[in-house]
């Protein structure tokens, strides 16, 4: 029987899976001491670790967490377990990692090479699963000598409850990404210019003129790109203009202005405060990564 821990964020999906799946559960207690280092527990490590296959489904959202959950995951590997999944729906580090200046750092790379010192056990190595990273070059930051890594995509889920037939894509990289996720779907897409310092949204192909569209990229972080395609494909006499996401951000709470450019606002749970936003505004949906993750835990 395989051994589900899940980071508190993520407890809904552990009563999710458990409903069709004979999974056990490892209860985690993250405590502090009083000085703010971590006091953490795992309970009955006889009957849920040794000798196991251990799935750990880590929210990684808050850069503070990185320390506490390392030494969780470096615990377990140290408790005999026969196999280690860790589940990682969004790969936390920020996009604006092109580096101009010698003293600018990358730390994607040192965050990537922090995940790839977990070490190897018993049966094989410890697998890394990543849902839509933003830049595909990212995924060899990872030492595959000593983790195996794999990307995901969330755009089956989004097909599944898809309900429109032209999908734009924000710019020519969201086309080369996702284009064969949407091959039966008509599709726009919009190029971003700077003009000295104004950025400028276009429509590249075709004519969004009375089309429900439904914009797509892979994380909306600053959201001016999402609001400004959205402001012009209604210029050009858009019907409706909504926007999915599988990482949606939003810092500051952003997603309440955004949505108000858009007749819907769509993400996934792969950051769980999402759920709670979705709350806060009337035209935000978000969409259950639960299949993604049975997948790779049953197969």
């Known amino acids: 029987m395989k051994t589900i ?3 508190p964020n ?3 999906l552990w009563f999710e899976l458990t409903k069709n799946n004979a999974f056990q559960k490892a209860n985690v207690r993250m405590e502090n001491f009083a000085d703010g280092w971590p006091n953490i527990f795992i309970e009955d490590v006889k009957n849920t ?16 967490d990185l320390f506490m959950n390392f030494s969780i995951i470096r615990w377990i590997l140290d408790y005999y ?3 280690l999944i860790i589940i990682l729906p ?3 580090v920020w996009t604006m990692e092109r580096i101009e200046e010698k003293w600018e750092i990358a730390t994607a790379k040192y965050f990537a090479e922090i995940l790839s010192m977990l070490p190897s056990w018993r049966k094989t190595k410890t697998e890394i699963h990543i849902f ?6 990212e995924r060899f930051l990872f030492d ?7 990307i995901h995509t969330a755009m089956s889920i989004l097909r599944e409850n898809v309900e429109w037939k032209t999908i734009v894509f924000p710019d020519d990289w969201a086309k080369k990404r996702f284009w064969k996720d949407f091959l039966w779907f008509d599709n726009i897409v919009c190029l971003k210019s700077r003009v000295w310092n104004e950025r400028i949204i276009s429509v590249k192909d075709w004519n969004p003129e009375w089309k429900d569209l439904l914009i797509v990229d892979d994380l909306i972080q600053t959201w001016w790109t999402i609001k400004e395609t959205a402001i012009k494909l209604k210029e050009l006499w858009a019907k409706s203009v909504s926007a999915f996401a599988t990482h949606g951000i939003f810092p500051n709470n952003s997603h309440i202005k955004l949505a108000k450019y858009l007749d819907k606002l769509i993400v996934t749970d792969t950051i769980p405060e999402n759920v709670l936003r979705a ?12 299949k993604l993750i049975e997948k790779i835990v049953l197969r």
Do not use: C, G
Not at 132 to 137: E, K, P, S, T
Not at 282 to 288: D, F, G, Q, R, S
């Open 90 to 92: 969004y790969f936390p």
């Open 144 to 150: 595959s000598r000593f983790v195996n890594t794999e």
């Open 49 to 64: 670790t040794e000798h196991k296959e251990v799935v750990y489904i880590w929210d990684f959202s808050n850069p503070s």
């Open 279 to 290: 709350k806060q505004v009337e035209n935000m949906e978000v969409i259950n990564i639960l």
């Open 5 to 7: 821990i899940t980071h």
């Open 10 to 12: 993520f407890d809904y």
């Open 81 to 83: 377990v026969d196999e």
């Open 132 to 137: 839509d990273i933003h830049a595909l070059v």
